[in-house]
C-alpha cells in the first residue's frame, strides 16, 4: 500500500524557514510527478510547488524565489520543501501529492498535511 507522509511542519517568526519532508512508500514502480499543496480554512488547496519525473522544477508566483522542491540526495524516496523569507500568509496545512505508478495502475496519493503557522 502507497504511503505518503509529511513531518517538518511548525511555528516560526516571519522571515523564518522551514523544511519539510514527504516520505513516500510503498509498492512504486515510477512516480511521475510529486507536488506541494496548501489550504488554509474555507479556502481550496492551491498548488505550490512540482518535481517532476525529470527533476524540474516549477512553482506559483507567490513563492517563487522563496520555496525550493528537490528530492533528498541520500534518500530519494523523500521530496523536501525548502522555505524561506516565510510570511505571514504562508500559514496553511501543506499537502504533499504524487502522481505514481503502483501495481500497474496510475493513480494519485496525498499525504496527511502538516501545519505550518508563520506569526511572531
Known amino acids: 500500500q502507497v504511503q505518503l507522509v509529511e513531518s517538518g511542519g511548525g511555528l516560526v517568526e516571519p522571515g523564518g524557514s522551514l523544511r519539510l519532508s514527504c516520505t513516500t512508500s510503498?509498492?512504486?514502480?515510477?512516480?511521475?510527478?510529486m507536488h506541494w499543496y496548501r489550504q488554509t480554512p474555507g479556502t481550496p488547496r492551491e498548488l505550490v510547488a512540482t518535481?517532476?519525473?525529470?527533476?524540474?522544477?516549477?512553482y506559483a508566483g507567490f513563492v517563487k524565489d522563496r520555496f525550493t522542491v528537490s528530492r533528498d540526495n541520500l534518500r530519494k524516496n523523500i521530496v523536501n520543501l525548502q522555505m524561506d523569507s516565510l510570511k505571514p500568509e504562508d500559514t496553511a496545512v501543506y499537502y504533499c501529492?504524487?502522481?505514481?505508478?503502483?501495481?500497474?495502475?496510475?493513480?494519485?496519493?496525498w499525504g496527511q498535511g502538516t501545519q505550518v503557522t508563520v506569526s511572531s
Open positions: 501529492n504524487a502522481e505514481l505508478l503502483s501495481n500497474g495502475r496510475r493513480s494519485e496519493y
Open positions: 510503498g509498492q512504486i514502480f515510477a512516480i511521475y510527478a
Open positions: 518535481l517532476n519525473s525529470g527533476e524540474g522544477t516549477d
